[in-house]
Structures are given as C-alpha cells and as structure tokens.
C-alpha cells in the first residue's frame, strides 16, 4: 500500500469565497503514484469547508445568500462564541458545506461525475489556512 | 490491496425520491472479495445524494418537508443558477442531505449499525444518473 | 494492510449533547499500530453523529439554539415519523452535523488541524449507543 499527503495553502482577500481546487487535488493524485485507493480531501480548520459541487458564478451567489439566510454573519452578539471573536457564523456555515470529501482514484485518476468540480470553501477569511490531501492505495 | 469498482444506476419517474440500495451495495461488497476495508458511496451528480438514515416513509416524508422549507424549490426565480435550469434547489438539498457516505467493511460484510440503511437521494429526477460505489481493502 | 475496528459505547443523561471524543479515538489509531491510512469515525445510530469542529462551550450553545431553529424538537405532532416515537428532529438535526468523519493518519498519528477535535453528537439520548471507528493503513 502506498500513501501520500500533501497541504495546499489560501489566503484569501474576502471573509468568504469559493475556489476550485480540483486541479490541485488532480495533480496530488499524479504525483503520488496511486491507480487505485480513496482521496481524502479536508479542510484543517473549522471555519471552512471542501465539498463538491457546481462551477457556476450564479450557484455560487445562491450558496452564499442561502447560508446567509442559514447562519447570518450578524448581529454578531446573537452567537455566544462571538467573545473575544466574531466568525460563529463561519463554524454554522462549513457544518452545513461539510469538512470533507472522500473520492475514488481509479487508473491514476479523480473518479469523478461529469459536472463533479472539488471547491474549497473559505467563511472566515483574509488569513492563510490550510487544506489536506491524503491518498491511499496501490 | 484490493479495490473494487461499480456503477449503480437510477432513473426515478419524479423529481424527488429516496431509493433503499443497501442491498445493492452489500453485494458489491460480496463481489468485492473485500474482507476488511472502506466503501465509498456518492453520488456521481451534483443534485441527488447519498447517505444514511432510517427506512421509515414517515421520516421520508418529513424530509421532504424540511428540505423545502430550508431550500425552496419556486419560485425558481429567486435562485440565480436558474437562468436555462431549474434545479438550483436541488443542489442546495442535496448540499444538506451529504454526497456520500464512507462505511467500514468487516468480515466482508457493511459494518452498519441496528437502523443504518443507504439510500440514494434524488433532488432533480426524471433522467439516469448514477452511484459510484468504490471498495478499497483486503 | 492491516485493518482495526472498534466501537466506542455512550449513554448520555440528557436529550442532546456533545462529547469530545478525540483522545479515545488517538487511543485506537495508537492501538492499530497503523502509520499512515485513513481513520473513519461514524454514528452507528441514525439520531446521532460524529463531526469535527471547535471544543468552545459558546459555540456548542450555539449549534443547540441553531439546529433546534432549523429542527425543533416540538411540536411532537409536527412530524409525521412521531407515531410511537417522538425523535424526528434528532434525525434532521443528525443530518445537518453529519454521520461520519474519515481523518487521515499520519506518522501513527490523527493528522488534524489545529484546532480540530471530534465530537460524539447526540440528539435522542438516555440510552445506550455506539460509534465506530475503522482504521485502514499500514
């Protein structure tokens, strides 16, 4: 059995965002040699999210309005964990975007749908964080 | 190391739908020759899901219920995706309900708890899509 | 390969609560003698799960206020899975913070974020229940 493991880095600009990993993850899959196994892809901080879903500019606008409606960002003293902090909304939003997804690797690639797209969901921005990349088998 | 690939297909006659496929993916895990490992169930398509809950049509239908109230399917308008489509609440219901479920394999048979059945949900029916079941062990 | 399965025995005093389970599941990743796979950790109940987020009383106040909005408890009578039990919002609630979580292993270690930490979920407690925890590596 082989094993690989690779940290991919972000800062982004704004509080929230999407960005299309799957051609980062893609390259993990080439690099590690694998033709069958699971790729586990996971967001290493908690106020972020990787899921798969839609690159559609418009899909993206109603995932950000829908959480919002979901987990407003404010009144921010409507959350207890907003103490010393204000991203409570950002913890609510990625339970529902989830932390992980879990894909085939079959003959050395993603084993993904036609329309399936790898996104790393940021809700808690403007500071660098970290996704995982760990892949097994043969 | 094994692996194991199968597609499943669905072709549900309506626009929402749950589909019992647990004992669909228990005889992949028999075909599998795969004693003790991981099986990866997801869906293949960005509208329909696959997890894991009770087979009880009462609590079908209270999901159905709650995923309308907590992402609306009209007015169609109200969502930006749905410019030539008319599916964007599919993806958010199916956003809610999870792609995909990881369950153990022991003694080659799905290491599922009491009332734990897979399901396939379908979000954005009436077309054939498909399940990617992938089994990886020994 | 090696393989290691577990299961992890709960009875909470209460309705809902959180436990932090994540010294008991480093304890079995220790145990399986296992470097570097892929660690599944899952609800074998369909009104409870596992998820992974911040171990900070405010923001568990927060998701209790939060998941009872989006799936109260009562009225009993509002759902139609209600007949001889009265636990459906724990299966919608469940649904929302997830079933499962897969952790990467690394060097014999959960390979987590900084401030990752796995929690046992329930929703419909004051009986005894279980999780899972399957270990696949070398």
């Not at 109603?62 to 921010?76: G, I, T």
């Not at 991203?87 to 749908?113: F, S």
């Given at each position: 059995?082989?094993?690989?493991?690779?940290?991919?880095?972000?800062?982004?600009?704004?509080?929230r965002?999407?960005?299309?990993?799957?051609?980062?993850?893609?390259?993990?899959?080439?690099?590690?040699?694998?033709?069958?196994?699971?790729?586990?892809?996971?967001?290493?901080?908690?106020?972020?999210?990787?899921?798969?879903?839609?690159?559609?500019?418009?899909?993206?606008h109603?995932f950000e309005v829908?959480l919002e409606?979901?987990?407003?960002?404010?009144?921010?003293?409507?959350?207890?964990?907003?103490?010393?902090?204000?991203?409570?909304?950002?913890?609510?939003?990625?339970?529902?975007?989830?932390?992980?997804?879990?894909?085939?690797?079959?003959?050395?690639?993603?084993?993904?749908?036609?329309?399936?797209?790898?996104?790393?969901?940021?809700?808690?921005?403007?500071?660098?964080?970290?996704?995982?990349?760990?892949?097994?088998?043969?």
């Amino acid at each position: 059995m082989k094993s690989y493991r690779k940290e991919l880095w972000f800062n982004l600009p704004t509080r929230r965002g999407f960005v299309n990993i799957t051609p980062d993850v893609e390259k993990c899959v080439k690099e590690s040699g694998i033709k069958e196994g699971l790729c586990l892809v996971n967001a290493m901080h908690i106020t972020a999210s990787v899921f798969i879903n839609d690159d559609e500019p418009g899909l993206h606008h109603d995932f950000e309005v829908w959480l919002e409606q979901l987990a407003p960002e404010k009144p921010y003293e409507r959350y207890r964990h907003n103490g010393f902090e204000d991203n409570a909304d950002a913890h609510l939003k990625r339970t529902i975007m989830g932390r992980e997804v879990v894909v085939a690797v079959t003959e050395g690639k993603l084993d993904l749908g036609p329309w399936e797209q790898i996104f790393y969901g940021e809700f808690d921005g403007k500071r660098k964080k970290r996704v995982l990349v760990k892949i097994i088998g043969e």
